[in-house]
């Protein structure tokens, strides 16, 4: 949870920058969080009411949101917890669903 809130800190970060600068000229990294910020708020942060997800899935969906980032972005978790939870193709699996779910 952690990792996952101080991610979502640093999304509010590279848009404050962007706001600035301008999306284009933000680093690769900031670009990384602002996709990251998109999925987390459309996929974590507004579960509805009629959607049931389990301790597990919640804990499953968010790995898989923060796989959506570099590896080396992840300072806050153990590496061995890391390494057996990181999973950027299903990071990519959930943008193309919810891409297809969005029209």
């Not at 990294?29 to 996929?43: A, M, R, S, T």
């Not at 898989?64 to 980032?69: D, P």
């Not at 669903?97 to 029209?103: D, F, T």
């Amino acid at each position: 949870a952690n990792q996952l809130f101080a991610s979502y800190a640093q999304v509010q970060d590279a848009r404050s920058l962007a706001s600035v600068i301008g999306e284009e000229e933000l680093s690769a990294l900031d670009k990384n969080y602002l996709e990251f910020g998109k999925y987390f708020e459309k996929c974590f942060l507004s579960q509805g009411f009629t959607e049931n997800r389990s301790m597990e899935e919640t804990l499953e969906l968010g790995w898989t949101l923060l796989s959506l980032l570099p590896k080396s972005a992840l300072d806050r978790v153990d590496d061995t917890v890391l390494n057996e939870h990181y999973d950027p193709e299903a990071a990519k699996t959930l943008v193309r669903k919810v891409s297809e779910r969005n029209g």
